[in-house]
């Protein structure tokens, strides 16, 4: 009986500690989120950002394609590459390129125009790409970009905005979810990347509508 007895206080006391180090791990992490959001500003890139803007473009794809892309082809990237490329992008006004900054460091960064599918409508958008740096995931950066992404795409007249995702990339097709995208009736788009065979879907919002859960990227 004393064993039972115990076993029972030791159990109730462990679940009582994972309760509280659970508590306070949401409570640390909220207070972070809550003071990025506070100091965090939104501005459009100039070409001199393009470095950041690729950092954070590599880092990403190395952090949330682990599991969809070979290493060694996650390995390769460039970041230089990219920086170029980037820089040409923002010299060209090829797309229109929105950083999320605390001070001076860009914590994400959310790229956005008219949507370039065959099949779009002149009043739909496409969010071409969105990334925050991986160790600012969780904290409302990608929620923050988009919404005001959403907002200038509003005020230029789209009323829909399109996205393409890996098929795969679970956690961002739940974020797009949640900040209202909804997967479209056209089939995958197949294709192959660092030697793998892959899938991308489609997803499109309602610019003129309020998702009722948002989620943090």
């Not at 959403?150 to 739940?174: H, M």
Request: charged share 20%.
């Amino acid at each position: 009986m004393m064993r039972k007895v115990q076993r029972h206080v030791i159990i109730s006391t462990y679940r009582f500690s994972f309760f509280v180090v659970a508590l306070l791990a949401v409570s640390y992490f909220s207070l972070v989120s809550y003071k990025t959001l506070a100091i965090m500003q939104i501005a459009h890139a100039a070409p001199e950002d393009a470095r950041a803007v690729a950092e954070i473009h590599v880092d990403a794809w190395r952090s949330a394609y682990s599991r969809i892309l070979p290493a060694d082809y996650l390995a390769s990237l460039s970041i230089g590459k990219r920086e170029e490329m980037w820089k040409n992008i923002i010299e060209a006004g090829q797309t229109e390129l929105l950083l999320a900054k605390d001070g001076g460091t860009v914590l994400g960064w959310v790229s956005f125009g008219a949507c370039r599918d065959k099949d779009a409508p002149p009043s739909q958008a496409e969010l071409w790409a969105i990334y925050v740096a991986p160790n600012n995931w969780f904290k409302g950066v990608g929620r923050q970009l988009w919404l005001r992404a959403r907002e200038l795409l509003s005020q230029q007249g789209y009323s829909t905005c399109s996205l393409w995702v890996f098929a795969e990339n679970e956690p961002a097709i739940r974020f797009y979810k949640a900040n209202g995208f909804e997967a479209d009736t056209l089939p995958p788009e197949e294709f192959e990347l660092g030697g793998r065979q892959l899938q991308e879907l489609r997803y499109v919002c309602r610019i003129d509508t309020q998702s009722s859960e948002l989620l943090d990227l």
